[in-house]
């Protein structure tokens, strides 16, 4: 089975930025999903689907200030 989300540290590498700044954008993501990507709160992890977290950080119209 393929995995569907994504954590911290798979957002963390993705982008090449450290683990804080990846809380910091998830975190703004989970507050403003209309801005960034859905993201879910289970107990104290988050957790990020994969398709709309790739969808925002392809979407070259959209750049918002991080």
Known sequence: ?????LSIIDVSTLLDIGKNQAYNIVQRAYLQPDKFFPVFKIGNSYKIP?????????????????
């Open 50 to 66: 994969k398709q709309p977290f790739y969808k925002w950080l392809n979407n070259s119209n959209t750049y918002y200030d991080l």
């Open 1 to 5: 089975m393929k995995k569907c989300v």
